[in-house]
C-alpha cells in the first residue's frame, strides 16, 4: 500500500466518521484512498468553513474533527479555524498538502512553511518525511488533541510521500485516565470553603466534560452553594435551577457581579484566562479568594492568580469536595437568592415586547420558547452573543454553541452544519449577524447538497453591531461599520434553500415554529433594533443598584 492508504487507515482506526475540507492537487493519492475508504468526504465551499465544521464536530463529540486542504492557500485558509479549536479546547486535526520534497521542478510556487505557520496555534505540528511514520504521527497527534487542555493539531503530508510504498503498521488506541488531587489538596479546599462566609461557584469551559455536570449537580444540591457560568459553562449545571445565578456575560458591572462582588471565596471549576474573564481578582488584603479546580494548573494573570489549585480529574476531585464537606451554619446564601430573584426580573423585561424590529431580548425569548431543552443553537460573533449568554438558559450542556476564547465571526453557519450532522434528531438553529454570516455563507450550498435539515436567523442591521455598539460606548461619532446587504430572501432562494422576511414578532414566531418543524435549509431574514445596546449595557449597568 502506499502512504496515503496507510494514513487512512490510520484513521480508520481512530473511529474517524468525516473529513471536512477541499482537496488539491497534492491530495490526489490521499484522495483515491479516502475514496475507498467508509470515512465520508464532506466538500465544503471554503477551508475555514471546514474547519469549522471539524471542531464543532470535536467539540461536540469529544473526539477529533478531521479537515482537509491542499498547500499554500488552501493551508492559511485553515488558520482562523486552528485558533477557533485551539482558543476554544476543541480537538481537531488539519491535513494540508505539500509540493514534493525530495525532488520538485516548480520552484517555490504555492510553498509557504505551513508547519511553522501552525506551531504557534496548534499543540503539535509536524510534516511527514517517512509514510511509515504516518500511524505513529497520527496516533500521537490525536491523544495529544483530546488530552486537556484540548485543541488543534497539523500534519503536513507531501505530494512524494503520500506516493511512496509503505508497510501497514497500526497502533492501537488506548484510553487514559486523569490522575485525582492529593488528600492534602482537597482537604485545604474543604477548609477554605467551610472556612469561607459566602462562597460561590463558577462553572467555566473546562467542566463541559463527561460525569463533570453530574458530579457538580450533586455537588450543589448537597452543599446548597449558589452558582453562575461563564458564556462556554452554560448548560453544565440546568441554569432553571433554583440556585443559579444566571451567566456573567460581561466581565464586571452585570446585575449578577453584585453577587459575584459580595462572595468571600470563588470555587471556580474548569475556567481559565483564553475564555473571557467572567470577573476581575483583586490583589489586596481582604479580596475575594479563589479556588482553582481544573484539570491543569491555573496560569497566573492580571486578572485571575487564585490562592489554592486542586489539580486532576474534575469530576473525581468534585465527589472528593462533596464527600468531605459539611454545610456551615454561618454560610450566608440569602443576598445570593434574593438577587436570583433581580437577575431574572431585570433580563426578563423586554421578552414580551413587541416592536418591530425585534428586541434582540425578545428574539432570544421566542427561540427559547420554541426548542426543547435538548435542540441546539449555535451563534456567530456580534453583539446579540451577549444576549443569548444572558438570557438563554440551558437545561443540558453543549445545547447553545457560542465562542467566547477566539470570538470569531463566520462560524455560526457552518458549526450548526456540523451540530445538526452530530445531532440528527435534535432541532440546531444558528443565529448569525448579516455580518457573520456573509463571511462563510456559501456554505449554503453545502448544506443544501448534503440535504441538512437547518434554520439560520439572520439579525440583519445591516452594520457591524458589535463594534458600533463599542464604538458608542467610547463616546465616537458612528463612522464606517453600516453595510448593504443583498436580498437574503432570494439569496436562499438561489441556492435552493428556503427564504422568509418576517414582519412582525408574532409572524417570526410562526415562521420558526414552521421552519424548525421542516425539511431543508431555512433562512429567516430577521430584522434587528439594537438601539437599547448603549442606554442597557453601557448606562444602566454602570448605575444599577445592588440590593442591600
Not at 428574539?363 to 444572558?390: C, M, P, Q, S
Request: hydrophobic residues 40%; aromatic residues 8%; proline residues 4%.
Amino acid at each position: 500500500m502506499n502512504a496515503s492508504e496507510l494514513f487512512i487507515k490510520a484513521l480508520e482506526n481512530e473511529n474517524v466518521e468525516y473529513i471536512f475540507g477541499i482537496p488539491g492537487e497534492e491530495n490526489l493519492d490521499f484522495l483515491e484512498a479516502l475514496r475507498k475508504s467508509d470515512i465520508k468526504l464532506i466538500l465544503t465551499r471554503h477551508e475555514q468553513a471546514a474547519g469549522f465544521m471539524a471542531a464543532t464536530y470535536g467539540r461536540l463529540t469529544g473526539k477529533v474533527g478531521v479537515c482537509l486542504s491542499t498547500l499554500g492557500p488552501g493551508a492559511t485558509n485553515f488558520a482562523t479555524s486552528a485558533a477557533y479549536a485551539q482558543l476554544g479546547g476543541m480537538p481537531m486535526m488539519m491535513i494540508t498538502g505539500q509540493k514534493p520534497i525530495k525532488k520538485s521542478k516548480q520552484g517555490r510556487f504555492q510553498i509557504i512553511d505551513v508547519v511553522g505557520m501552525m506551531k504557534p496555534m496548534t499543540k503539535y505540528a509536524k510534516q511527514v518525511v517517512n509514510g511509515n511514520n504516518i500511524p505513529s504521527m497520527v496516533r500521537e497527534a490525536f491523544k495529544i488533541a483530546t488530552t486537556e487542555r484540548p485543541g488543534a493539531v497539523h500534519i503536513e503530508l507531501p505530494e512524494d510521500i503520500a506516493a511512496e510504498e509503505v508497510e501497514l503498521n497500526i497502533y492501537p488506541v488506548r484510553t487514559f485516565r486523569y490522575p485525582k488531587a492529593e488528600k492534602t489538596a482537597i482537604a485545604d479546599a474543604v477548609k477554605m470553603i467551610e472556612k469561607a462566609k459566602m462562597p460561590l461557584l463558577l462553572i467555566g469551559a473546562g467542566a463541559n466534560r463527561t460525569r463533570i455536570g453530574s458530579a457538580l449537580t450533586d455537588f450543589v444540591n448537597d452543599t446548597g452553594i449558589p452558582f453562575f457560568s461563564t458564556q462556554m459553562g452554560k448548560g453544565v449545571i440546568d441554569e432553571n435551577h433554583k440556585l443559579c445565578l444566571s451567566t456573567a456575560a460581561l466581565s464586571q458591572d452585570d446585575f449578577i457581579h453584585c453577587a459575584i462582588e459580595r462572595a468571600d471565596l470563588i470555587i471556580n471549576v474548569g475556567h481559565d484566562v483564553i475564555e473571557k474573564p467572567p470577573f476581575f481578582m483583586d490583589n489586596h488584603e481582604g479580596a475575594t479568594k479563589v479556588i482553582h479546580i481544573n484539570f491543569l494548573p491555573s496560569e497566573v494573570d492580571d486578572t485571575y492568580f487564585p490562592q489554592l489549585d486542586v489539580l486532576g480529574d474534575i469530576a473525581t476531585n468534585i465527589n472528593s469536595l462533596n464527600t468531605a464537606l459539611s454545610p456551615q451554619d454561618h454560610w450566608e446564601f440569602d443576598y445570593y437568592k434574593k438577587m436570583i430573584i433581580e437577575v431574572k426580573t431585570h433580563l426578563n423585561k423586554y421578552f414580551a415586547d413587541t416592536r418591530f424590529p425585534i428586541l434582540p431580548q425578545r428574539a432570544v425569548r421566542t427561540i427559547r420558547t420554541i426548542l426543547d431543552d435538548e435542540d441546539i443553537v449555535t451563534l456567530d460573533n456580534g453583539v446579540y452573543k451577549i444576549w443569548f449568554a444572558r438570557n438563554y438558559r440551558c437545561a443540558q450542556p453543549n445545547t447553545l454553541l457560542l465562542d467566547n476564547a477566539l470570538a470569531t465571526m463566520g462560524a455560526g453557519l457552518p458549526s450548526g452544519m456540523a451540530a445538526k450532522m452530530v445531532n440528527p434528531d435534535k432541532k440546531v438553529v444558528a443565529v448569525c449577524g448579516d455580518g457573520g454570516f456573509m463571511m462563510n455563507s456559501q456554505e449554503i450550498e453545502t448544506a443544501v447538497r448534503l440535504g441538512i435539515d437547518l434554520t439560520v436567523i439572520i439579525l440583519n442591521d445591516n452594520a457591524y453591531g458589535m463594534i458600533k455598539w463599542k464604538q458608542t460606548g467610547m463616546g465616537f461619532e458612528t463612522y464606517g461599520l453600516d453595510l448593504n446587504n443583498p436580498d437574503f430572501v432570494k439569496y436562499a432562494q438561489a441556492y435552493g434553500a428556503n427564504g422568509y422576511r418576517p414582519e412582525s414578532c408574532e409572524e417570526f414566531e410562526q415562521t420558526l415554529e414552521k421552519c424548525v418543524n421542516s425539511k431543508g435549509v431555512h433562512i429567516i431574514d430577521l430584522a434587528v433594533d439594537y438601539s437599547l445596546n448603549h442606554a442597557i449595557l453601557n448606562d444602566l449597568l454602570a448605575k444599577k443598584q445592588c440590593l442591600v
